[in-house]
């Protein structure tokens, strides 16, 4: 599969944006989907992730309660909605696939990666 992500850019502390991450292939609903971010001089980690279904979810501590995954099998998108951002949230955020089953937060689990969109949130 391969993950085209999108969406990212400058927005005021507080504010939101909504990234997207198109898949290509026809089998994306046997993909456990996530988002991860890297911001500079930091490891990328895990922000939030996504069931083959949609049905289970999970997120960082960092992003819970304002952070918002989800996806559309039908059109092979999966989306992030990111609410009340704050400036630690700056950094480039990566979409990326996983054929297994269970939601990792590992990055290490996850084969598939997009190119990365850029995220800046300013004070």
């Known amino acids: 599969v391969q993950l085209q992500a999108s969406g990212g850019g400058l927005v005021q502390a507080g504010g939101s944006l909504r990234l997207s991450c198109a898949a290509s292939g026809r089998t994306f609903n046997n993909y456990v989907m996530g988002w991860f971010r890297q911001a500079p001089g930091k490891e990328r980690e895990f922000v939030a992730g996504?069931?083959?279904?949609?049905?289970?979810?999970a997120y960082a501590d960092s992003v819970k309660g304002r952070f918002t995954i989800s996806r559309d099998n039908a059109k092979n998108m999966v989306n992030l909605q990111m609410d009340s951002l704050k400036r630690e949230d700056t950094a480039v955020y990566y979409c990326a696939a996983d054929n297994r089953v269970v939601v990792g937060r590992s990055e290490t689990m996850y084969g598939h990666w997009g190119q990365g969109t850029q995220v800046t949130v300013s004070s």
């Open positions: 996504i069931s083959r279904s949609g049905a289970n979810t």
